[in-house]
Nanobody
């Protein structure tokens, strides 16, 4: 079955940048639209970014203008480039994959285990 693995998280100062990667195995990334989500302790999971099968993107309001989602199908890898990071961006970041444009915006078929991003003030 398809497995997703996030990497690239770590500690960064406010105003800095970080790039997260999401590697897919057991399937071709080209089959999926990719979503990025984050969750901070005690808070609900929050939508971050979406990149569809063609590379078109959509972003959640808190990160719009600061984050860029992309995909490299030949490497079976999706990316989330984060810049101008703020302490409120601190969270566990998850990538997810969907096989179809479901009506439910939260429906994804596969999820990664997450990678921690901590932004210091």
């Amino acid at each position: 079955q398809v497995q997703l693995a996030e990497s690239g998280g770590g500690l960064v100062q406010a105003g800095g940048s970080l790039r997260l990667s999401c590697a897919a195995s057991g399937g071709s990334l080209s089959s999926f639209a990719m979503g990025w989500f984050r969750q901070a302790p005690g808070k609900e999971r929050e939508f971050v970014a979406y990149v569809d099968w063609t590379g078109s993107t959509y972003y959640g309001i808190p990160v719009k203008g600061r984050f860029t989602a992309s995909r490299e199908n030949a490497k079976d890898t999706a990316y989330l480039q984060m810049s101008s990071l703020k302490p409120e961006d601190t969270a566990t970041y998850y990538c997810a994959a969907r096989l179809a444009p479901y009506n439910d915006p939260d429906r994804y078929d596969y999820w990664g285990q997450g990678t921690q991003v901590t932004v210091s003030s």
